[in-house]
């Protein structure tokens, strides 16, 4: 099939890799130039394990290619998808303003396309965005019917950052929202080669599909933080005991690692959303509400824990090991290391930090800290340390790395440190 892919960030573009892989021919539309130049060469504006690979091969098998021209995409193909940003607004709401752009110039576009398109909104937007603002903005600008002229879709991604191109391509269930049947069979015929199961419904129940899905995930890891908080006034191993919890197949062993809080471009966003959704509809969402307080309080809790080791962090040297929100990935978009770096300089705390790929977006924030060029460097002469991502190069280390340290304080908020390797450590739940 012909497809076009509206907006290159982790989501668009794994889709457009992922579906060209499938065997369709995919155009990635993107307004930044430099982007677009840079798919086209090859190379992933995000650090995405698998992602470079699959995109070179779809660029030479000539199944993909990036341009900054919408108009020529949308005309070129038969099924469109928007997969633009949604942040956040000041209030915790969602910034629709990129969506309701891309859908007028689709409209515009659709104006003068004869042929029968369908458009697929794959952003995540709050339960009533599709067929309101896209359908609205399409309508308007393109003097055509929805169901009539072109049809429109709402296919929530679930796919995981550092692990994009797996998840995409093996997923657990695809959802389809359509607003017609004729829109929902293109799509489904798009997925015909996914080995998944197929939930075909309304625009918006697939949007809260997606909401109701990273909404969980958040509440599993916040639950199992506060059971983790818990365990450890007990002397229990949280561990151990989610281990245990885990086996129940209602419950699922996923999600149930309890460490400095949950980061990212999706779960504190979205559950951000849904709760000032809720509101506007005046329902007080009670329990989304202190998922997310105890995330807050999650991802700062282990600056405590270390002023019980050391009273006074003034002057001190704290090494963090680890900025990313999660390994694999370069991504620091609220991550546990900013709030946790933040306090730390209030507290007259001197920073050093090392990780694999996050280091350079850390600086445009924390332009104070020493990032250093590895684990055993960032090490040397600290005060304590403490380890924010489970990178897997962490598991490596052993008493010898830290024993440049000046005092061996070192707090684990991921558990990765081996206990075979590292003798003395204590963790944020454990
Ligand atoms: C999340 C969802 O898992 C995806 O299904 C969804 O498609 C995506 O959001 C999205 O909405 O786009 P992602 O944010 O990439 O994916 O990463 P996760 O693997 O879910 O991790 C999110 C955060 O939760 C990380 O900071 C991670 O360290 C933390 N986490 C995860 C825990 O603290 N404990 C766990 O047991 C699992």
Redesign the pocket.
Known sequence: MKISIMGTG??GLSTGVGFAVKGNDVICVDIDQKKVETINSGVSPMFEPHLDGHLKDALKKGKLKATTDVKGAIAETEVSFISVGTPSSEDGSIDLSFIESVARQIGEVLKNKKEYHVIVVKS?VVPGTTDGVVLRNIEKASGKKTGKDFGLCMN?????????MD?FLKPDRIVIGESDKRAGNVIEKLYSNFMAPILRTDLKTAEMI?YA??AF??T??SY??EMGNICKKLGIDVNEVMKGVGMDHRISP??????????????PK?VEALIWKARELSYEPKLLEEVHRLNDRQKVMIVEQLEKKIPNLKGKTICLLGLA???D?D?IR???SIYIIERLLQKGAKVKAYDPKAMEHMRKIHPSVDYMKSAREALENSDACIVV??WDEFKKLTDADFSKMKSKVILEG?RILDRTKVSKFEGICW
């Not at 929530?156 to 994009?164: H, I, N, Q, V, Y």
């Not at 996923?254 to 779960?267: P, R």
């Open positions: 982790y989501v995540t929530p991604e679930f796919l995981r950052e550092g692990r994009a998840d997606k899905s990273n995930l958040a599993k890891i199992t933080n996923h999600f149930l690692k309890a460490g400095v809080g949950y980061g990212g471009s999706c779960f979205d929100f999660k390994p990935s991504d609220e991550a546990s991502t489970e991921r």
